[in-house]
């Protein structure tokens, strides 16, 4: 479900409904025109990371997750299947390397899912 901009904001902002007995239902926090939505685009994971990068001089590795109707309701990264600790900035996500990214060529996938469960994936190899 998506609130309507009015004249003041300039964008729409939108929550994950659930439809059941011929009603879509949602909670809202403000008041407002409301329009139904189908949200099936996944979230935008952005990054100046190359296939086959050397981040050898590197201190951490960053990336964007965007979500165009609703909000991110998760976030991943796992380095060879193992999980590693993002931290998160408004849509900036980053990992500190530590000895968790050991040296050598190694396979990223980062993860992001929007409220409802659109899913998108990227995998980078990289080498530290």
């Known amino acids: 479900m998506v609130r309507t901009a009015s004249n003041i904001e300039s964008s729409k902002k939108g929550i994950a409904a659930t439809y059941t007995s011929n009603y879509v239902m949602a909670k809202v926090k403000e008041f407002g025109n409301y329009e139904i939505v189908i949200d099936q685009k996944a979230p935008q994971i952005t990054t100046t990371l190359k296939e086959g990068m050397s981040i050898k001089n590197m201190k951490a590795i960053y990336f964007n997750v965007k979500e165009e109707t609703t909000t991110i309701k998760s976030c991943t990264a796992l380095l060879d299947g193992q999980w590693l600790r993002l931290v998160q ?8 390397l ?3 990214f050991p040296k050598g060529t190694h396979q990223l996938l980062i993860s992001a899912t929007d409220e ?3 899913t998108s994936i990227k995998k980078i190899t990289l080498t530290r």
Not at 89 to 96: A, F, L, P, R, V
Request: glycine residues 8%; aromatic residues 28%; hydrophobic residues 0%.
């Open 98 to 100: 530590d000895e968790y």
């Open 116 to 118: 409802n469960n659109n």
């Open 89 to 96: 900035k408004g849509s900036q996500y980053y990992y500190t």
